[in-house]
């Protein structure tokens, strides 16, 4: 979302961003040159769909969907910009009041139940127009529910680089191995150890940094992925880092990284690991297919695959100058497809154009 306000706010929008409550991104929006306010609005989620998880929904919803109405009616925005599909109150207020309403799709959840797909994709059908993050989560969407087609345009998520041109990955023993993001299965990023002890067991020198926190209730995966980590064949291979923002230092200090999600509508990391100059070995999933090209930007291995991830990771570090050219590669192609200039272009231009209707 806060590259979305830059970009507006660059091309001489008015920018009043409205939040839940106060947090590190207040300080960040106000930099940017946005105008904060507050109002709390009930959040979609799956959990919320059983029938008593619905009528508690229900019941928050019809308590702040007037407040959302009357914020609109006194703002009179020319556009309502909505960052994501979990608060489709929104798009029924925006509609109420008659303001041109524009929501953002990041997500690409073909994994879920259909009934659940089309739950969360439905309410994108009060939207004027729709932006998707990629080709992945487009599809994924118009899959759910088909007339949502002709209003979504994908735009490509603007990824900034590093402040500091990248230096070339040094190649010398112990190959640094990274994996960022969030820790849960879905992430798979015990897939990554699993290909780290892999490594170690064919003579490999290697080392694997692990970056990223756990979400609420998922804190039994971190405590799996530290006592796998324990185990005989990985002692002392494993640092687990914790969330680290800027990511910079730790692509720095990576030799390549792995990317073992299972599902992604596009993958920021791999394209941040691409601006570093990091070889990347990701899962063939479709997010990952539109910002790799295999062999070239980057090596795809099957998903849960983790004999075929050490095996990548292996190649690469045997052939460091195949690395290195990989790596050129990947950061030209990230500069051109996911710069935030050239995002903040697109998106300025097509939120502009639907209050100028």
């Not at 702040?64 to 109405?69: I, N, Y």
């Not at 925005?77 to 109150?89: A, E, G, K, Q, S």
């Not at 405590?223 to 640092?239: F, K, M, N, Q």
Request: hydrophobic share 45%; charged share 20%.
């Amino acid at each position: 979302m806060l590259e979305s306000v830059r970009a507006l706010v660059s091309g001489g929008c008015d920018v009043r961003v409205v939040v839940p409550g106060d947090g590190p991104l207040v300080e960040s929006l106000l930099t940017a040159g946005a105008a904060v306010g507050y109002l709390n609005v009930p959040v979609l989620r799956r959990a919320s769909m059983s029938p008593a998880g619905l009528v508690r929904l229900a019941a928050q919803v019809g308590r702040a969907l007037p407040r959302m109405c009357r914020l609109l009616r006194r703002e009179r925005p020319d556009v309502l910009y909505v960052n994501t599909i979990t608060i489709p109150w929104w798009l029924v207020a925006a509609r109420l009041t008659g303001v041109p309403v524009v929501t953002h799709l990041h997500e690409a959840e073909a994994r879920d139940r259909a009934v659940v797909r089309r739950a969360l994709m439905s309410p994108m059908l009060l939207a004027h127009r729709i932006i998707a993050i990629s080709n992945t989560a487009r599809d994924a969407a118009v899959a759910a529910v088909p007339p949502l087609a002709d209003r979504i345009r994908v735009i490509y998520n603007g990824v900034p680089s590093p402040p500091t041109s990248p230096s070339p990955a040094g190649h010398s023993a112990p190959h640094r191995l990274a994996v960022i993001g969030r820790l849960s299965p879905r992430k798979a990023t015990h897939v990554a150890l699993e290909a780290t002890a892999l490594l170690v067991a064919r003579g490999y020198d290697v080392h694997l940094d692990v970056v990223g926190t756990c979400f609420t209730g998922y804190e039994w995966y971190e405590e799996e992925l530290r006592a796998r980590a324990s185990r005989d064949d990985l002692v002392g291979r494993i640092t687990f880092h914790g969330y680290r923002s800027p990511i910079w230092p730790e692509l720095a200090a990576s030799e390549i990284v792995l990317a073992p999600s299972l599902g992604e509508a596009l993958g920021n990391v791999v394209i941040e690991s691409q601006h570093s100059m990091r070889p990347v070995v990701a899962t063939a999933v479709a997010g990952h297919r539109e910002s790799i090209v295999d062999g070239q930007t980057g090596v795809l291995v099957p998903a849960s695959d983790a004999v075929a991830m050490a095996d990548a990771a292996q190649r690469l570090i045997d052939d460091p100058g195949h690395a290195d050219v990989i790596a050129v590669a990947a950061a030209r192609s990230a500069d051109r497809r996911f710069s935030t200039h050239r995002y903040s272009t697109e998106i300025s231009e097509f939120v502009r154009s639907l209050g100028s209707r």
